[in-house]
């Protein structure tokens, strides 16, 4: 079961790069996500979004587990850095996929930090995601949850894995030409959105 939560404005926007600040929902719905991650086996994201804002991505809850939620990060060239949060607080629970086009160097110093990489080439350069789904069946991991940008919740849609989407509306409006929506993925100046989605 994979699950694609999001957090939008009511014009269906996730951020905007001028005014990117503050939290899109309230107290109350992020506290439902800590739900929702306690639900869950694993927590996806993309680099991009651990670059931006150093998150942990971790169940805070407190209640107990029948084992800890995996954390995996989609990251085409292993850019993770080794001294954010994530790395830091990683104990055999944080994946990078990544593709054979990182740094072998890299793979290994991520690896002496108790990170497991994955290596899942996929069209157009970057980590599968379709791929990751698979490899977390054969181990046994039932539900996913994908907290990420726009880019890889676009590649989510399109890859046709998700199973249910979580909308988090905050009473708010972007706007500008700039913001992003929840789905979409660049396409040379602006931005493409999946075939079939709207915002």
Known sequence: MVTLKTAITLDGKISAPDDNTGWITSTRARAHVQELRHDHDAILTGIGTVLADDPMLTDRTERPRSRPLLRIVMDSQLRLPLDGRMARSAKDDLVVVTTS???????????????????????????????????????????????????LNWTA???????????????????????????????????????????
Not at 108 to 131: F, H, W
Not at 157 to 162: A, K, M, N
């Open 101 to 151: 086009a990182s740094s072998s160097e890299r793979r290994k110093l991520a690896k002496e930090r108790g990170i497991e990489v994955l290596v899942l080439d996929g069209p157009g350069g970057r980590a599968d995601l379709r791929s990751v789904v698979e490899w977390l069946g054969r181990r046994r991991y039932l539900s996913l949850m994908i907290e990420a940008g726009s880019k």
């Open 157 to 199: 849609l399109e890859s046709d894995c998700v199973d249910r989407i979580f909308f988090y509306y905050g009473t708010k409006i972007l706007g500008g030409m700039e913001a992003l929506p929840w789905p979409a993925e660049s396409d040379g100046g602006g931005v493409r959105m999946p075939s079939g989605s709207t915002t």
